[in-house]
């Protein structure tokens, strides 16, 4: 069944131009967002410099409300501007993870904003061929400034509804708060397997934070240098015996309606 997929989701591609994402152009070539240009001025679908693009981007769990994809958002949680880490006000900002020379997308969690919260991507697979595989890779700074403990995690879904945790994916800043903050760095890399994607169709990778311990104030996090790479693994094969029993059937019942169509 796989070389009729792959007709349908050409064709699809052809007919329906993909939507905005972050999009995989080709396979095994990483798509990527490093936030050089983004200075915490918030979220559009039509952005402008130093804005985010909503179509790509969404924020939900902010007190200001919660982000959807298109939406505008370029004030209060959405848009708290540039900071190197210490802030206090809570929201989405730029943060300066290396003093001059690293905007990334950061969050400060408080007790109404991002507690919890999510982050999600909305990636588009542009290619005519099935992804059966994503390696997932980004860079998760913490601010370990405050004594709560606070967690950061991912998950993806093929259908923004049902999403699967990347277990191993979760990190936990500490409690006790570093006698001088500064950000700490976690290269992260991760291989989803048995994925589906068709040609035209997206697929969601969502950071997700919350409280781990309470109380006191809360560590920032930011999102930095995030790489996709599609690869595809789908054999090409004809149909096996219960395609061929499902297409038997499927003629049985046709020649059966034509049949009844005759009679009457
Ligand atoms: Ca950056
Ligand atoms: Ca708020
Ligand atoms: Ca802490």
Redesign the pocket.
Known sequence: MYPLSILFSALLFLYFPPAHALVIHAVGVAAGEDFSDFNGSGFSPSPTAGQLDSDVWRVTGLSDGDGSFGGSYEAGDFARGVAYGAVSRGGIWSFDTASGSGAALGVQPTGSDFTPGAITLRVMNNTPSILTSLLVEYDLFVF?D????SFFNLSYSGDDLLYADVATALVV?????DNRPSWVRSSRSFTLTGLSILGADPFYLRWSGSDNSTPGRR?QFALDNIRVTAFSAAPVSVPGPSSWFLIAIGLVMLGYQQRVSVLR
């Open positions: 370990n405050q004594r709560r403990s800043s500490p409690e006790t708060a560590d």
